[in-house]
């Protein structure tokens, strides 16, 4: 008879490994109460710019988190699929990118286009959460990196949220600010096969197979935690520092 611990060294077949990683979405920060509350209709508008201003600093790390995948990974036919994700943010030809268009979601939310890229508005809690992203994926293998990637598996659900829900809700959005959702519904499918299949195909040990699945919660873990700091400022209206200042004293960035 197998005991536990055998049973622990045992590798998941495929389709159990598979399943293990979509069963992941249950924790997905779709399932936030900000996040609820967004989809829902009882955002404030403050609740929603706030999420906007938060989140275009995780969107500008996303090339810099890609871009530090490529530099990690000696194998040349995943950089060439890998880097396409560079280029759908950073924009290339006549693609403007997801980048400029996050801005124009910004400005539909009535956030000026300085606003975001002072970064003015990012809490603490949300750099920290953004910039441990990064650091973990210029300091991991590159298969490490790229598993914390797929939390994209869960995306498709709450961009189509958002652009069923949200016209809706608050009509005071400028339509020109769905573009990245739209976009994104195609472009984040693609990536989830191309990361899928990294993942299947070498992760083979249950070492790695398990390695991948704290990984892939690390990466959840991140997404939440940002969430939670923005409930903290705009929910609660407890900020950094909202005992001794209403001011912005946040750092903005030390590189």
């Not at 979601?105 to 441990?132: I, K, M, N």
């Not at 693609?190 to 990361?195: F, I, L, Q, T």
């Not at 939670?228 to 929910?235: I, K, Q, T, V």
Request: proline share 4%.
């Amino acid at each position: 008879m197998a005991t536990a611990a055998t049973e622990r060294q045992t590798p998941l077949s495929t389709q159990e490994f598979e399943q293990a990683i979509r069963d992941k979405g249950r924790l997905y920060h779709i399932h936030h109460p900000y996040h609820r509350a967004m989809y829902e209709g009882s955002a404030t508008r403050e609740q929603i710019q706030g999420w906007v201003a938060n989140r275009f600093y995780y969107q500008v790390n996303i090339p810099l988190k890609d871009a530090a995948i490529l530099a990690n990974c000696a194998d040349a036919q995943v950089r060439k699929h890998w880097v396409q994700r560079i280029l759908d943010h950073d924009g290339y030809g006549e693609d403007e990118g997801g980048i400029e268009a996050w801005l124009r979601l910004g400005e539909a939310v009535g956030l000026s286009r300085g606003e975001l890229l002072s970064q003015e508005h990012v809490l603490p809690g949300v750099r920290f959460a953004v910039d441990a992203y990064v650091n973990f994926a210029r300091r991991s293998h590159w298969r490490d990196a790229a598993v914390s990637s797929l939390t994209e598996l869960f995306a498709p659900a709450i961009h189509q949220s958002r652009l069923d829900s949200w016209p809706g809700h608050y009509p005071w959005i400028g339509e020109e600010g769905y573009q990245y959702f739209r976009k994104r519904l195609s472009e984040a499918r693609r990536d989830v096969e191309h990361g899928l299949r990294i993942a299947l195909e070498t992760c083979t040990t249950r070492a790695e197979q398990d390695r991948a699945l704290n990984i892939l919660q690390f990466k959840l873990d991140i997404l939440w935690t940002m969430l939670d700091a923005m409930a903290m400022a705009y929910e609660l209206q407890r900020p950094p520092y909202h005992t001794v200042t209403d001011q912005r004293v946040y750092h903005r960035g030390l590189g």
